[in-house]
């Protein structure tokens, strides 16, 4: 595990969260023709919170058969939560187990590829939006500072300057 974790692995993480969340209170939802509440669902959501905090931190996550194994984990663990809060299964006539087995197993494995094809594609458009904000290299060429050429006359406020201050003094024999 590395130290800084990557933004694709951290909406990873979340995928996964939400999928776990989303497909155990529908599917359980659907089998017993109600919304689960209370206490089940907020068992549900640590669950899948606890899930999606490993799966996204975890480089090895990205890994398809570990991203399956994930899901997996997550629809037998939001079973027994729900199985475990106020959720109870209506039995219903004829064998019900294998039918939604395979309506499990078929969820979680479409829900992986959707999410291995989300965080590529997470992962390439912030790659090109993180590209498009930078600001564009671009070198200024400077030119090198011209040197101002030497002017052999006094600068207009030092002949002002000269002008206004008198030259007129005493007769240099009273002087002396």
């Known amino acids: 595990m590395s130290a800084t974790v990557s933004s694709p692995?951290?909406?990873r993480g979340v995928a996964v969260a939400?999928?776990?969340?989303a497909l155990a209170v529908t599917a359980h939802g659907v089998a017993d023709h109600a919304v689960p509440g209370g206490g089940a669902i907020a068992l549900l959501a640590v669950v899948a919170a606890g899930l999606g905090a490993i799966v996204g931190t975890s480089d090895h996550a990205a890994r398809p058969a570990v991203l399956l194994g994930a899901l997996a984990t997550g629809q037998l663990g939001g079973h027994l939560v729900l199985a475990?809060?106020?959720h109870i299964h209506q039995p219903a006539p004829g064998p019900t187990a294998l039918p939604m087995l395979l309506a499990h197993a078929v969820a979680v494995v479409a829900g992986a590829v959707l999410v291995a094809a989300a965080e590529r594609l997470y992962a390439t458009l912030s790659t090109v939006l993180h590209a498009a904000a930078r600001p564009p290299h671009?070198?200024?060429?400077t030119?090198?500072?011209a040197a101002l050429p030497?002017?052999?006359?006094?600068?207009r406020r030092a002949l002002l300057i000269a002008a206004s201050?008198?030259?007129r003094?005493?007769?240099a024999a009273a002087a002396c």
């Open 9 to 11: 692995a951290r909406f």
């Open 18 to 21: 939400a999928f776990t969340a």
């Open 84 to 86: 475990a809060g106020t």
């Open 138 to 141: 671009t070198h200024v060429a």
């Open 143 to 145: 030119r090198a500072a």
């Open 150 to 155: 030497h002017i052999d006359h006094p600068f």
């Open 165 to 167: 201050i008198s030259h």
């Open 169 to 171: 003094g005493p007769p």
